[in-house]
Structure formats: C-alpha cells, structure tokens
C-alpha cells in the first residue's frame, strides 16, 4: 500500500510527474482536476457545476469536490494505493483526507512538494495554454490559481511537513532529472517501485 500525495503550483508538472509515478509505484492516480474535465467533456451536471469555478480559476466548493474524493478511495482499484494530485488544495481538505483515511485504516506515506519560481511556472503555462487550449490557463486566470495556491495550498504543506510527510522537489530541472530525484526521495522513504 502506498498512499500519496502530490503538491504543488499550478504549471509547475504535477500531471506529468503523478502519470510517471503511477506507472513507477504501479498505483493509480486520483486526479481531481482531471475528473472535472472528463465531466465537462461528457457534459455532466457536475461538469456544468465545476467549469463555473474552474472558468475563473476559482475553488469548486469542497461540498462537491470531497464527496467526489471519498467515493474514488472506495472504489477497489485504490486498495494497493492511489497518488492524489490536485487534492487536497486547502486544509480543510487535508481535514476531511484525514478523516477519510483513517476510516479506511490507510496511513499517509508521504507528500511530494514540486516546486518552481513563479516567473518559470508563468513561462511553461503559456507553453501549456497553446498546446492544450486550456480555458482556465489565460494569463488572467492562470495569476489568480497561483495567487489562491499561495493563499490556501501552501499552508497544507506546513500541516504536512510538521507530521514529518513532507519532500519538497525542484521541479525546475528536465524531466528526467525531477524524476530521479523522486525515486531517491522514495528509496530514501523506503517507498519501492512496482515489480522490486
Ligand atoms: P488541476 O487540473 O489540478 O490544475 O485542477 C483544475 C481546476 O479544477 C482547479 O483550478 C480548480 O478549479 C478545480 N479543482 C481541482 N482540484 C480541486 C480541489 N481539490 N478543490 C477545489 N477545486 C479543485
């Protein structure tokens, strides 16, 4: 059982790096943007709900979001463990993860903090917006998901770092470099990779 979590400023590669680990670790990832974007594409009550909030770079309300969380940690692929990227995004998620994994008996086992200067986060979404066509990675909306990240994801990694869960990663380097330096954090947790 490996459980998780993957932290970070929106652009900074942690879709990237959590398909990678998914494969490495041989656990599912539990995207929460991505579950709102398949909605919106199969046109969904919860789809139309999210892009109001997702079109302006804001929060969907917890009310919506944990629920949606809960119900994927009980579905039997997570049972050998799962990588959360994008959730939780303020404490009151880490809360509400807590609760919910004591429930079900799972220990956290670490948060992965990729990190970045903001100039540099700034360059790769403009990259990521033409080659993606994003709607909320408009320069306007891009500041205001990295303003809401400061105000209300940052804070959870100091929640993290005092139950000593936290690594941070610069994510600065190629790609292949940043996941080299996962794995030694890994090895370093004594978290093996599939198949070892
Ligand atoms: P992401 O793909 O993780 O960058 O998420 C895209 C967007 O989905 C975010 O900017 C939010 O609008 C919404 N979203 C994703 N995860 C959460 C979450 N844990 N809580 C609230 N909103 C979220």
Redesign the pocket.
Known sequence: MTALILLGP?GVGK?TQAAWLSKYLGVPTI????I?RANIAEQTELGAL?QR??DK????PDSV?TPMVATRLATPDVDHGFIL?????KIE?AHALRDMLVARGVPLDLVLELSAPEDELIRRLEGRATQEGRA?DSAEVYRR?LEIYRQQTEPIATYYADQDLLEVVDAQPAIPQVQEAIAKVLKERSLEAAGE
Request: glycine letters at 18%; a negative charge.
């Open positions: 929106p879709g995207s929460t943007g991505e709102f999210a909030y997702m770079g804001e929060f969907v979001t990227d994008g959730y939780p995004r998620q909320d998901r």
